[in-house]
């Protein structure tokens, strides 16, 4: 059989990967490339000055994009034209265009030019995830992905949380939707004894993220008097880390919430291998690449049950509280500080459930989408 030829359009892959989404990308393009797959990639990239081909995997070819008002404009959305007048081999004959993130929609129509299939795979609903925010540039980015889902040929979404609300928004597109989970590659990291106090938040700084609720339910542990120490490794918005840090100052928490910044994901996997008790408290999560990324470790694992998140990690492999409930949240933490045993148990089992999450087994599904999507 003649190997598939795809076209894959994402912001983040390998160094350039700035989160579970990132990770993701990079796992399933290199997952795809052990299968045969050819793939021609195209990446922002934040440290390039000019653009340039790189070789990566067996035969995935890579090109990198300057995040420059040359090849981007309004609202991030890439310029189609520029990019296809600069590189003319764009032009050429793909089996599918797939796409991993909006901005790249100008790109994917021309591309497609109404004929090659395009293949969305949606990390997460913009309307859902950021509330239905009114800033009219929210607003015209959440109009541009529910376009993308009219005019794409298939839906990969990640977890059945995601697919109900599809069912309950966009029922007319149910037809054209697969659920297809995230995967992980497996680490060489193995989780350490470290302090048994010491708890790690990992991911965007953002307010669905429930960081607040975790700060919150820190503060309810430090008046008791226990001793419990936080680290925080991310990022977000300028004003919102502001507004955490500040509010770990006014619960006096400042000698046990530590913020380190984003850092890259090799160092992450070393955080998550010598924490206690990795700290998922999302509000609502489309997945939870995180809390898998731990699991697979043999980290120790406090998640809400929110969205897909609840369909990664039961009460089976981690302690689990409702979402948004500081003081469900606050009783689990206690009961990581006074049960190690217990946790060490959970995320054994925890590690074992993750292993069927590894991009091998997870390919054959990929394969068939894909393969499914040519024949059309």
Request: hydrophobic letters at 40%.
């Amino acid at each position: 059989m003649i190997p598939l030829n795809v076209l894959s359009l994402t912001n983040e892959f390998e160094e350039e990967s700035f989160g579970g989404a990132g990770t993701a990308a990079t796992g399933m393009l290199y997952m795809l490339d052990r299968l045969g797959v050819q793939q021609t990639v195209i990446v922002p990239r934040s440290d390039w000055n000019v653009p340039g081909w790189l070789l990566r995997g067996h035969q995935i070819k890579v090109l990198g994009l300057p995040r420059s008002s040359h090849y981007f404009g309004y609202l991030g959305m890439i310029k189609a034209d520029v990019v296809r007048q600069e590189f003319p081999e764009l032009s050429q004959a793909w089996d599918l265009v797939h796409i991993h993130a909006i901005n790249f929609t100008p790109l994917a129509y021309t591309i497609s030019g109404g004929v090659t299939p395009i293949l969305y795979s949606v990390y997460s609903f913009l309307r859902k995830e950021l509330g239905d925010r009114p800033e009219p540039e929210l607003q015209a980015q959440f109009k541009i992905q529910e376009d993308l889902l009219l005019r794409c040929q298939r839906i990969h979404l990640i977890s059945q949380s995601e697919r109900n609300y599809m069912a309950e928004r966009f029922p007319q597109y149910l037809f054209k939707t697969e659920v297809l989970p995230l995967g992980i590659s497996l680490p060489a990291e193995r989780w350490q004894q470290g302090n048994a106090n010491e708890f790690l938040y990992v991911g965007r700084l953002m307010d669905y993220k429930g960081i607040e609720d975790l700060i919150q339910a820190m503060s309810l542990i430090r008046q008791s008097g226990r001793q419990i120490h936080l680290n925080i490794v991310g990022k977000g918005q300028d004003h919102y880390e502001a507004y955490l840090r500040k509010l770990v100052q006014s619960k006096k928490l400042g000698a046990w919430v530590k913020f380190h910044g984003w850092i890259p994901s090799s160092e992450v996997r070393r955080w998550m291998g010598r924490a206690a008790c990795l700290v998922v408290p999302s509000r609502r999560e489309a997945y939870g690449m995180v809390a898998l990324e731990g699991m697979v470790i043999g980290t120790s694992l406090i998640a809400s049950r929110a969205g897909g998140l609840a369909e990664l990690v039961s009460n089976s492999c981690a302690l689990t509280f409702e979402a948004g409930n500081v003081k469900e949240l606050s009783k689990a933490l206690i009961t990581a500080l006074d049960n190690p045993s217990l946790l060490r148990s959970l995320a054994a089992k925890g590690r074992e459930q993750a292993f069927a999450f590894e991009w091998g087994q997870l390919a054959p599904r990929y394969l068939t989408v894909m393969e499914q999507m040519r024949r059309q």
